[in-house]
């Protein structure tokens, strides 16, 4: 009785009312017709206590046709699940997740896919998230902890023993808009798009870098997407040190556009055909004019070789990637401009004997300019090494620069693809290499 009198008290200055206009979503398939709007306003309780029970309240209340302002400063340590029709939430305050590993870490809620779970799984249809404000996952308590307990999965991925969560997961969704919020600090991932369809993203703001220098800020992509279509993110700014964005398996009609990312791994296709006997399938994305710096990779796909063994969790899945262009992207600083590797988290050897079941084809990069970082040795700008072959890789309008050097001296190895004359550059073919 206590606690329910205390969530009564927090939320007694919540006005539920009918209200004369809302923000409409207007995606592909949301409504024209005008409906009645209900409103809530619930309150932070302050000191430090934990806001989650009042907020899953207010959007339980709140939970169709309505609008949900949230202008304050929301301390949460409870797992929000939420499943919203027709509503418009509107952040400009900040959600801070409590850096609680005892309690997130078993708590949070299981994706499956690499062990990835999360804070808060934003599901339903018309939804709208927006307002200028922010999701903090304080994440630096995460770093801390993992650079002294190296517990993670394999490429990139959390563990069922240490699960770092994800602030954001718009799951079993469509027709939603996240507009105008800032995701910082994650543990893991910053944002999951999971088995849903039609979202779009936009002035998105991510941040996370570490203030310790011995722990980074660990697989912190700015985004992942799973299972899900027609999917659009624009217009965004990510500083992290791991993907900007990662279309992970059965991620078709991708848009990514005016993308500012810093420090990052690339605009990553996969990783792919981890999992043996699974099929994963990445088709028709566009990705264009995107300003790439101080990163490890520019444009980017990733696959695994293939496997022998049929429970193999490194290698061996089926499946294709198809019809992927990369558009105008500007390097400054970047280890391998292109890279596309068929032998990902992959032996050699392994590679040789038992090359990729999963296909790469029809794949564009168009426009790709800038620097590299000398990292990778030989002057080398490029990377494009199938284990088995590759068909209709093309280049086009390619201005590339070793580190000190000038455009054209640079040098771009080669593996397995079918027609090296559709590139504009010169390959030197070379073995297999783990990817």
């Known amino acids: 009785m206590k606690a329910f009198a205390t969530i ?17 979503h207007n995606e592909r398939s949301s409504s024209s017709i005008r409906r009645r709007w209900t409103s809530t306003n619930p309150y932070p309780m302050g000191g430090g206590q934990d806001d989650g029970p009042n907020l899953l309240y207010a959007f339980n209340l709140c939970g169709s046709t309505a609008l949900i302002n949230l202008p304050g400063y929301y301390t949460v340590n409870t797992v929000l699940q939420t499943y919203l029709t027709n509503v418009e939430v509107r952040l400009t305050g900040a959600i801070s997740y409590v850096p609680d590993i005892e309690y997130w870490s078993p708590a949070s809620i299981y994706l499956t896919y690499q062990n990835a779970t999360t804070y808060w799984f934003f599901g339903g249809s018309g939804v709208t998230l927006h307002g200028g404000g922010t999701i903090d996952a304080n994440g630096q308590t995460w770093w801390d902890y993992y650079a002294q307990n190296k517990n993670a999965g394999i490429a990139g991925g959390s563990s069922r023993t240490f699960a770092r969560p994800i602030p954001l997961t718009v799951g079993n969704a469509s027709n939603v808009v996240v507009d105008d919020i800032s995701v910082i600090n994650s543990p893991f991932w910053h944002n999951f798009v999971y088995q849903s369809t039609d979202v779009t993203y936009s002035n998105i703001q991510i941040r996370s870098l570490s203030s310790n220098e011995s722990a980074p800020a660990a697989n912190s992509d700015g985004w992942d997407i799973y299972r899900s279509s027609y999917v659009a993110i624009r217009d965004s700014n990510v500083q992290n040190g791991d993907d900007c964005v990662s279309f992970k398996p059965n ?38 004019n995107i300003s790439m710096s101080n990163a490890q990779n520019g444009a980017r796909i990733k696959v695994f070789g293939g496997s022998n063994d049929t429970k193999s969790i490194s290698g061996g899945g089926i499946g294709y990637v198809k019809n992927v262009t990369f558009q105008d992207f500007v390097n400054d600083n970047v280890d391998n401009p292109i890279y596309l590797t068929q032998c990902y988290s992959s032996s050699a050897q392994q590679c040789q004997d038992h090359p990729s ?11 790709i300019s800038g620097s590299a970082s000398g990292l990778v040795p030989n002057n080398t700008v490029a990377t494009l090494e199938c284990s088995a072959e590759c068909v209709d890789i093309t280049a086009s309008g390619t201005q590339l620069s070793p580190k000190n050097g000038t455009v054209g001296s640079g040098k771009y190895l080669c593996a397995n693809l079918q027609d090296e004359s559709t590139l504009d550059f010169q390959c030197t073919d070379v073995p297999i290499t783990k990817g």
């Open 251 to 288: 991620s078709t009609y991708m848009t990514v556009e005016n993308m500012i990312c810093n420090g990052s791994h690339g605009i990553s296709v996969g990783s792919l055909g981890q999992y043996a006997g699974e099929t994963d399938i990445v088709a028709n994305v566009y990705v264009r």
């Open 8 to 24: 009564l008290t927090a939320l007694a200055a919540i006005d539920v009312a009918s209200a004369a206009t809302g923000y409409i």
């Open 357 to 367: 079941t999963l296909s790469i084809s029809d794949v564009h990069f168009i426009n």
